[in-house]
C-alpha cells in the first residue's frame, strides 16, 4: 500500500469511527447494580450473562461493594446518593428505607409490579412486609433469611431435654448443659447481637412504640436476659463481645450447647457437626408471644436513575425463580420465589423447616431513620455495659426509648 | 570529650550567601534593588504555586469543609434539612458522656502505645547495632509487623486473644498462669490494654529502624573516647548514645504520637469501641458518630476537637523540621 492511499484510509477511518460509535450505542442502556456476597468469590457474572442475552438492549454493571457487618455497604451507598453518584439499583435491607425515604431517594414501583409475571410467584406475607410506610412498594424482594435457635441433639438427648419452646424451657436446658468447659447459650453480644436479644426481650413483651421499651413487661424481659448472664451464668465469658464469627465456631467447637443464627451457617456447622445439630423455632415469652428477627434482603431501584425500567427488569429476572435459585446459592440464603422454595436442596431440611415453622412470628426493625444506629450503635454500646454490670438493665432499656421517641 | 573532638559548634568564616540569594543579587540593576518588580521577585513563589495550589485543593478545602460542617447539624440521609447551630455541637460534645470516656482513654492509648514502641524500639535497635552473624537477617525480620497492614494484625490479634479457641489462653493454661481462659477483649478492664499490646507490637520496629538509623550516625571515636576515660556501658549508654541520637527520637516520638493518636483502625477491627465504651478513643468516637449515625457535623467537631488538641504535636513537629532545613 502507498504511504498516500495509507494516510488516506486510516483519516477516513479516523473520521468514520466516531460516527459509528453512536450508531452502534444506539438503544444500549447500562444498569449499574450494587450487590455483596459474604463470600466475596463468588460472582454473578453467570447471571449477567443470561439476563443480557435474553435483554440485548440491556447491560449490567455488577458492582462488589464490601458488606462490613453492613455499615461499610451502608455508609457507601449513602454518600454516593448524596454526592450523585449513586447507582440505577441495589441489595437494600428494610432497616434502612426510613432513610432513604427521608432523602427521597426511592420512587413507588407498583406499577412495574403489577406488569410482572413473576409477582404471584412471591408470598403476600413478603409483600406486606416490604411495604413501605405509605403502603406503596419501594422494595422488590430477593431472598431472606429467619433466625432459629440452633441446638446440639446429642446433649440434649444425654440430658433427657426437649428443645426449648418457652423461655424457662431455655433458661433450665442452659442451665442442664452448663459445664466447666461448655456453655448452656453462645449469646451475641457484639455486632448484629440484636438478633439474639430480639427474641427474649421483644418476645417478653418489649415493644418500639412509644413507651414500649420502659413498660413493666419490657423491663422485666430484658433484666432476664441480663440475668442470663448475670446469674445464670449460662453464657461464655467472651459473650459481650461476641460476634457472628465467634459464636458459630464455639458452637462448631462444642463450646456452645445452643446459639441463634439462621440457614446461611447450617452448611458450615452441618460439616463439623453432623447430625448432632438440629434447629427449631427460638423459644417463646410466658404469654406465648414470638419474636424472631426477619433478615430481609430486596433490590430497590433509585429514583435518580436514568434507566428506571430496565434496572426494574434486571431485578425482577433475580427474584424469578431458577435466577432466584442461582443467586442463593452465592449469597446461602433462601430464595423469595415460593416455587424456587419448593424443592429447595442446598441446605438440610430440618433447618429449612425451623426457618419455615419461625415465619409466622417474624418481624423486622422499625421503618424509622434511626434503626441503622440502633443496630450499629446504640444497641451493642448498653447491651455490653448491662451485660458487663457498668449499668443497670433498666437504663440500657431507656437509652433505646430515648434513642427512638427523645 | 576535651580534646574537641565531638559537641561545640565548628567556628570558622562566616558561611557565605547561598546560590539563589547570590543570583538574584548578581540579576539585579540599582533600580531594582530600590523596588523589585513584581514577576522577578516573585519567581520563586510561582515555582511554589502548584504545590500549594495542591496542597490546598487536598488538604485546606477538607479542612474548611469539616470546619463548615461542625457548625452544622448535618446528617447524610437528610443533607436537604441541614441546618446551621453554629457552636451547638461544641456545647453537646461538652455535656456528652461519652466524648470525656474516649478522651481520657486516648490520653492513654498514645502514652502507653508511643512510650512503650519507643522503649521497645530503642532495645531491638540497640540490640540490632550489636555484632552477630545473623544481624541482617535479624534487622530484615523486625520490619514484618510494620509491613504488615492494620486489618491484618487487628484479626490476627484478635484470634490470638479469642476466649475459647485463643493461642495467648492456651499457653497461658498450659504454664499454669491462669486457671481459666481470659475473655480479653469482653472485660473492660484488659480489652484497651489487650488493643495497645497489639499495636505496640506493630508499631516499635518503626522506633527500632530509626533509632538503628540514628545510632549508625554516632562517631565510633566518641566511645573510643568514653572509654579512655573510663566509662562504663550504661554511662556509654546514658552519655554518649541518648544525646547524640537525640534529635532522631525527638522526631520520631512527635510523628508517631501523631500517627497513634488517629490511629483507630486495629481498635475498630477487634472491639468495635467495646465491651461497652472500653475501647473508645476519639477518632474512633468521632467515625462512628460520622459512620455509624451519619451525624457529620457532630463527628465533624469531635474530629476538630482532636485535630486542635494535636496542632501543639504537629507545632513541636514542624518547628524542629524546619530547624532542620534552616540548617
Not at chain 1, 466475596?40 to 454493571?61: D, T
Not at chain 2, 436537604?80 to 474516649?102: M, Q, T
Not at chain 2, 483502625?265 to 451519619?294: E, K, N, Q
Request: charged share 15%.
Amino acid at each position: 500500500m502507498e504511504r498516500r492511499t495509507f494516510i488516506k484510509l486510516a483519516g477516513a477511518t479516523a473520521l468514520a469511527t466516531p460516527l459509528a460509535r453512536p450508531a452502534l450505542a444506539q438503544g444500549t442502556t447500562t444498569v449499574r447494580w450494587w450487590y455483596h456476597f459474604d463470600n466475596p468469590q463468588h460472582s454473578p457474572a453467570e447471571l449477567v450473562a443470561k439476563f443480557e442475552a435474553g435483554n440485548p438492549g440491556i447491560k449490567v454493571q455488577a458492582e462488589s461493594i464490601p458488606w462490613g457487618g453492613g455499615n461499610d455497604y451502608q455508609t457507601r451507598l449513602f454518600a454516593a446518593l448524596v454526592a450523585g453518584n449513586a447507582p440505577d439499583c441495589a441489595m437494600v435491607r428494610l432497616s434502612w428505607a426510613a432513610r432513604f425515604q427521608q432523602m427521597k431517594a426511592l420512587a413507588p414501583i407498583d406499577d412495574l409490579i403489577a406488569g410482572w409475571a413473576g409477582r404471584g410467584d412471591i408470598a403476600d406475607n413478603i409483600w406486606t412486609i416490604n411495604k413501605g410506610a405509605d403502603g406503596k412498594q419501594y422494595y422488590l424482594p430477593l431472598q431472606y433469611v429467619v433466625l432459629y435457635l440452633y441446638y446440639r441433639q446429642d446433649l440434649f438427648e444425654q440430658a433427657g431435654l426437649k428443645p426449648p419452646a418457652t423461655f424457662e424451657d431455655f433458661r433450665s436446658a442452659a442451665k442442664a448443659l452448663t459445664k466447666s468447659d461448655v456453655s448452656g447459650f453462645g449469646l451475641r453480644g457484639g455486632a448484629g447481637g440484636f438478633d439474639h436479644w430480639g427474641p427474649f426481650v421483644l418476645g417478653g413483651g418489649a415493644s418500639f412504640e412509644k413507651g414500649g421499651m420502659v413498660s413493666e413487661k419490657a423491663l422485666a424481659a430484658n433484666r432476664w436476659f441480663v440475668e442470663l448472664t448475670s446469674k445464670d451464668k449460662v453464657v461464655p465469658a467472651s459473650a459481650p463481645t461476641d460476634s457472628f464469627r465467634q459464636i458459630v465456631d464455639s458452637f462448631k467447637a462444642g463450646r456452645t450447647a445452643m446459639t441463634i443464627h439462621h440457614v446461611g451457617s447450617a452448611n458450615e456447622i452441618v460439616g463439623v457437626l453432623g447430625d448432632k445439630v438440629s434447629a427449631v423455632p427460638v423459644p417463646r415469652g410466658p404469654d406465648g408471644k414470638g419474636w424472631t428477627y426477619f433478615g430481609d434482603e430486596s433490590n430497590a431501584v433509585f429514583a435518580v436513575s436514568k434507566a428506571r425500567e430496565a434496572a426494574f427488569k434486571w431485578c425482577a429476572f433475580l427474584s424469578t425463580a431458577e435466577n432466584n435459585v442461582v443467586l442463593n446459592k452465592f449469597t446461602g440464603q433462601l430464595p423469595i420465589a415460593t416455587s424456587a422454595a419448593k424443592d429447595w436442596t442446598l441446605h438440610p431440611k430440618r433447618f429449612v423447616d425451623a426457618s419455615a415453622a419461625s415465619l409466622p412470628f417474624a418481624a423486622s426493625l422499625p421503618d424509622s431513620p434511626k434503626t441503622p444506629d440502633f443496630i450499629a450503635r446504640i444497641w451493642p454500646a448498653n447491651m455490653q455495659r448491662a451485660l458487663l454490670g457498668q449499668i443497670q438493665p433498666d437504663e440500657m432499656m431507656r437509652a433505646i426509648e430515648q434513642h427512638f421517641h427523645g | 570529650m576535651a580534646d574537641g573532638t565531638g559537641g561545640g559548634r565548628i567556628s570558622g568564616p562566616r558561611p557565605s550567601p547561598s546560590f539563589r540569594q547570590v543570583g538574584i543579587v548578581a540579576s539585579l540593576t540599582p533600580a531594582d534593588r530600590r523596588r523589585p518588580p513584581l514577576g522577578r521577585g516573585a519567581t520563586p513563589f510561582w515555582f511554589l504555586l502548584p504545590a500549594v495550589l495542591i496542597t490546598a485543593g487536598v488538604v485546606l478545602v477538607p479542612v474548611a469543609q469539616t470546619a463548615w460542617l461542625s457548625l452544622q447539624d448535618y446528617l447524610l440521609y437528610d443533607p436537604d434539612n441541614a441546618r446551621f447551630v453554629g457552636l451547638g455541637n461544641f456545647a453537646k460534645i461538652i455535656r456528652d458522656e461519652v466524648f470525656w470516656i474516649s478522651l481520657g482513654q486516648s490520653f492513654i492509648w498514645i502514652v502507653g502505645v508511643v512510650g512503650l514502641q519507643f522503649l521497645l524500639g530503642l532495645v531491638a535497635a540497640l540490640l540490632l547495632n550489636q555484632s552477630f552473624w545473623w544481624r541482617g537477617l535479624a534487622r530484615s525480620l523486625v520490619i514484618i509487623p510494620w509491613a504488615l497492614p492494620s486489618v491484618i494484625i487487628g484479626l490476627m490479634w484478635t484470634w490470638m486473644y479469642d476466649f475459647n479457641l485463643g493461642v495467648i489462653n492456651d499457653i497461658a493454661l498450659r504454664l499454669g498462669l491462669i486457671a481459666a481462659p481470659i475473655a480479653w477483649l469482653a472485660r473492660p478492664d484488659t480489652a484497651l490494654y489487650a488493643i495497645m499490646l497489639a499495636l505496640i507490637w506493630q508499631g516499635f520496629p518503626f522506633f527500632a529502624v530509626t533509632i538503628l538509623a540514628g545510632l549508625q550516625t554516632v562517631p565510633a571515636e566518641l566511645y573510643e573516647a568514653a572509654e579512655i576515660d573510663g566509662a562504663t556501658a550504661r554511662q556509654q549508654l546514658f552519655y554518649v548514645t541518648l544525646p547524640s541520637i537525640a534529635d532522631v527520637i525527638a522526631t520520631a516520638l512527635l510523628l508517631r504520637t501523631i500517627w497513634v493518636a488517629n490511629s483507630l483502625d486495629v481498635i475498630l477491627v477487634m472491639t468495635g469501641g467495646g465491651p461497652g465504651y472500653a475501647t473508645h478513643t476519639l477518632p474512633l468516637y468521632a467515625f462512628l458518630r460520622a459512620s455509624s449515625s451519619m451525624e457529620f457535623g457532630y463527628g465533624a467537631a469531635l474530629a476538630l476537637i482532636l485535630t486542635a488538641m494535636l496542632l501543639g504535636v504537629v507545632f513541636l513537629y514542624v518547628r524542629r523540621a524546619a530547624r532542620g532545613i534552616e540548617a
